[in-house]
């Protein structure tokens, strides 16, 4: 079955460093890709998506590109501050989307220090 | 503003009880999930509905139960509590369609079996 892995946290990084977040999926056919946060006490917000292969996606700095041939969807930003601290999920659902089903990475826990 | 508004925040249950998490939201999404987030393991999906009156089981669905009677609410029914069901609970709608696959999430309800 469709499967997502995630590097393992916490990540722990001072501000302004170079954030890389590893994500690799096991999919059939062609996937959507997609990259959660969850802030402390909050829920998840979609932070970017990607729904076919050599898409990126981008956000707030953030950025992933969908690469099918290393089925990979890293995560990077360039300088990560102190407010970027949360936990990232990278996940996907199937082409056809049906139910809006979302498969979850393990999650990685992202702590930034002035 | 609302968008996914989950009740109650809190909970803590014994053994044996048993309780209804709500989950209601006000975008007229059609799809609607519910997950539990437990650590190192990301995000599981519990149930999940595609419209009204319609259901069905996700990953780890024993012990729970779900209805759809309207389009705005997707309860949760924990049958007979149990400790291996403290967890944090997520409600999460969305919309049909390949490219309206972003995922809106409640805050959570945090439910502790004793």
């Known amino acids: 079955g469709n499967s997502v892995t995630q590097m393992e946290g916490p990540v722990t990084l001072s501000e302004e460093a170079f954030l890389t977040i590893n994500c690799t999926y096991t999919?059939?056919?062609?996937?959507?890709l997609f990259w959660y946060v969850q802030y402390p006490g909050e829920g998840l917000q979609l932070l970017l998506k990607?729904?076919?292969?050599?898409d990126k996606g981008s956000n707030k700095g953030f950025e992933a590109t969908y690469r099918k041939e290393t089925t990979s969807f890293h995560l990077e930003k360039g300088s990560v501050q102190v407010s970027d601290s949360a936990v990232y999920f990278c996940a996907l659902s199937d082409r056809n989307n049906q139910g809006g089903k979302l498969i979850f990475g393990q999650g990685t826990e992202l702590s930034v220090k002035p | 503003n609302a968008g996914v508004t989950q009740t109650p925040k809190f909970q803590v249950l014994k053994t044996g009880q048993s309780m209804t998490l709500q989950c209601a939201q006000d975008m007229n999404h059609e799809y609607m999930s519910w997950y539990r987030q437990d650590p190192g393991m990301g995000l599981r999906l519990i149930h999940y509905?595609?419209?009204?009156?319609?259901?069905d089981q996700g990953e780890v669905p024993n012990g729970y139960n779900v209805s759809r009677s309207t389009t705005e609410d997707f309860p949760l029914r924990l049958l007979s509590a149990a400790p291996s069901q403290t967890s944090v609970y997520f409600c999460?709608?969305?919309?049909?369609?390949?490219?309206?696959?972003?995922?809106?999430f409640g805050q959570g309800t945090r439910l502790t079996v004793v």
């Open positions: 999460a709608s969305s919309k049909p369609g390949q490219l309206n696959t972003e995922a809106f």
């Open positions: 999919a059939t056919g062609y996937p959507s």
């Open positions: 509905s595609v419209g009204a009156g319609i259901t």
């Open positions: 990607a729904t076919k292969a050599d």
